[in-house]
């Protein structure tokens, strides 16, 4: 990862090249901005989109949720300022549209396979997906951002070796059963059970003692009785 920074133009640690990136990404921002439609720290829908899309980034998959975190934007169709500047600040790239389009690139092509790194987008998604201050998703919006999520670039919620698709499942047993939004735990939760069925698609990690939401119980219950059911069919 280093390597990849400096090779492309990774940050100084000078305090004038700082203030240097700085202008250069506020000048970036400025014009990137419709200055008949957004306002002056912000750059709305269609120049957000218009940005992304001009990075390489999918407006259908997990790379978007990947730019969201990344320029820690307050809701799916709006950058602020604040968070463009501070967001590639921090990321020590060169202030060139290639040099963000190529990290962009490698972040996606990294998220597969590093957990941390998409963990961090995953519980992004839910600040920036979910309306206003409403403190929950519905259920309709999480289903869509799961769909998202769980596609490349982003890893699949399949067994390893089996392949179940636990995803499928999921939201099988939620459309029938579940009428509730979907809370931030739930959320979060809902990742980790993720990486746990994938690694181990006995549920033998799931225990009813367990700290699991009831949700997550009350799924793998569902998932245990449809399976024996499916076995003496």
Do not use: C
């Not at 250069?24 to 200055?35: A, G, T, V």
């Not at 709305?44 to 790379?63: I, K, T």
């Not at 509730?180 to 990742?191: K, P």
């Not at 006995?202 to 569902?222: H, K, N, T």
Request: proline share 2%; no cysteine.
């Amino acid at each position: 990862m280093i390597l990849f920074f400096q090779a492309n133009g990774g940050g100084s640690g000078t305090t004038s090249g700082a203030a240097n990136r700085e202008t250069q990404l506020n000048q970036l921002f400025d014009s990137l901005r419709n200055e008949q439609e957004d306002s002056k720290d912000t750059l709305g829908a269609d120049s957000a989109m218009g940005y992304l899309q001009s990075l390489g980034v999918g407006l259908e998959d997990a790379s978007l949720f990947l730019a969201v975190e990344l320029l820690q934007a307050p809701s799916i169709g709006e950058i602020s300022r604040a968070g463009f500047v501070n967001g590639w600040k921090e990321a020590g790239v060169e202030v060139k549209m290639e040099a963000q389009s190529a990290y962009i690139s490698h972040l996606a092509n990294s998220m597969a396979r590093e957990r941390d790194l998409f963990r961090k987008v995953y519980r992004y998604a839910f600040v920036a997906g979910k309306e206003g201050d409403k403190r929950a998703l519905t259920l309709e919006m999480a289903i869509l951002y799961w769909d998202t999520l769980f596609r490349k670039p982003g890893p699949s919620w399949v067994g390893s070796s089996t392949k179940i698709d636990w995803l499928k499942e999921w939201k099988s047993f939620l459309e029938e059963n579940w009428k509730r939004s979907v809370s931030r735990d739930m959320w979060n939760q809902t990742l980790e059970f993720a990486y746990k069925s994938i690694d181990d698609e006995s549920l033998g990690f799931w225990s009813e003692d367990g700290a699991w939401p009831g949700v997550i119980d009350e799924f793998v219950q569902w998932y245990k009785k449809k399976s024996e059911m499916e076995l003496d069919a």
